[in-house]
């Protein structure tokens, strides 16, 4: 027999689970599986984190909980006049975020939604599909071309009529290859009024000058379906700490915004933020101390016949031949972690580039397994 208030407890459990249903339980796996670390444990090459952490003006910071008496209003307005400057907008074309994710699902709920459509690469950054679904719209895989671009013609094919959002990773995780420019600029001029982009550009900072590559900040198009998307988790490395953004037009911002919790970034961050986008000499610091650990990586993994997908980012991807799974653990019992599975790419495994002594014992346990 059920007492009364133990039934109460299943009836309520019922209820919640029933009002969940059509909710895509297998996303809530989604999430990156081994993030949970602490001092001394296993080596991080699996969440493309800066491995180096914040710039040393923001490790300088003095009394870092200043103000975190007070609502992050000041911070919010400075950062995003920032911001603005940086890409030469208006701030009412900004929208901050807790991190580049919660941009990617405003942008879900904001463009997308019942009777629309998120259409996305596969294999791409996981989050646009978990949002999607939960804006209730229908989500659309698309493969990567065999030079692991974006498919941009079977794309919009696959947005139809209907509209909805088209996400575009650009460099692509977890391929960490490029979507060439041209291409781009031809497709969203021909997609429907209906149909806006998201042009995620989280590892923009890392691409070494390729041709195929300008940054949709850099050089816009005069398109107002583009909404940029940028992240301080990468290049700034403050990942922790949660803080991304978006540009696009005023009235874009506007629909976003509707869609946004109040005040989700915090004063910490956002004085972090700021501290990092004055200091363009520690970020280029940070851009060729990137580009060197790339080149470190691309001539060990040379020296051993890997076959390796060309790297515009902070993190590399390559063939294993083995089933990654069984890669994956094998380094796990080296201590060291690498990238989650991306279905359909089975053999490949992800690596994010940490610093030259967590390299060296990756490449150390590579070779028992090699
Ligand atoms: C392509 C891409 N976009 C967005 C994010 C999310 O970044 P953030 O930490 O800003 O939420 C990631 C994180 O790895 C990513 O790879």
């Known amino acids: 027999m059920l007492s009364r208030r133990s039934f109460f407890k299943t009836a309520g459990m019922g209820a919640a689970i029933a009002a969940t249903a059509s909710f895509p339980t297998e996303l809530i796996s989604w999430a990156e599986p081994q993030r949970t670390t602490h001092q001394g444990g296993p080596i991080l090459l699996n969440s493309n984190e800066n491995a180096y952490g914040p710039f040393p003006s923001v490790l300088a910071l003095n009394n870092p909980f200043q103000d975190a008496n007070r609502y992050p209003d000041r911070g919010f307005d400075h950062l995003t006049e920032h911001v603005a400057a940086l890409h030469k907008v208006k701030p009412e074309q900004v929208t901050l975020g807790c991190g580049s994710t919660e941009i990617l699902k405003i942008a879900a709920c904001a463009f997308a939604g019942p009777g629309k459509k998120v259409v996305m690469a596969s294999p791409t950054f996981e989050a646009i599909d978990f949002y999607g679904k939960a804006a209730k719209a229908e989500v659309v895989k698309v493969p990567l071309t065999s030079a692991y671009a974006h498919q941009l013609e079977q794309m919009s094919a696959a947005v139809g009529k209907v509209g909805g959002l088209i996400y575009i990773c650009n460099p ?159 380094f796990a019992k080296s201590n060291v972690k690498i990238g989650r599975p991306f279905p359909p790419m089975d053999t490949f495994a992800r690596i994010s580039l940490g610093k030259p002594e967590e390299m060296k014992t990756f490449w150390q346990a590579w070779d028992k397994i090699a």
Do not use: C, W
């Not at 291409?183 to 429907?192: C, K, V, Y």
């Not at 515009?312 to 294993?320: A, E, I, P, Q, W």
């Open 172 to 330: 692509n995780n977890p391929t960490a290859s490029l979507t060439p420019r041209r291409s781009l600029e031809d497709f969203i001029r021909a997609l429907p009024p209906n149909t806006y982009v998201l042009m995620d550009e989280a590892y923009h900072d890392f691409v070494a000058g390729s041709a195929d590559y300008i940054s949709f900040l850099q050089t816009p198009i005069d398109q107002d379906r583009v909404i940029v998307a940028r992240t301080f988790s990468k290049i700034y490395g403050i990942a922790g700490l949660r803080l991304g953004y978006s540009v696009t037009s005023a009235k874009n911002a506007r629909l976003m915004a509707a869609q946004k919790l109040e005040d989700s970034t915090n004063v910490l961050a956002l004085r972090a933020g700021i501290l990092s986008l004055d200091h363009e000499d520690e970020h280029q610091q940070a851009v060729q101390r990137n580009a060197a650990d790339r080149d470190e990586f691309m001539r060990q993994a040379a020296a051993r016949k890997l076959e390796v997908i060309p790297s515009s980012t902070n993190f590399v991807m390559f063939n294993t031949h083995l089933p990654v799974r069984t890669v994956i653990d094998h």
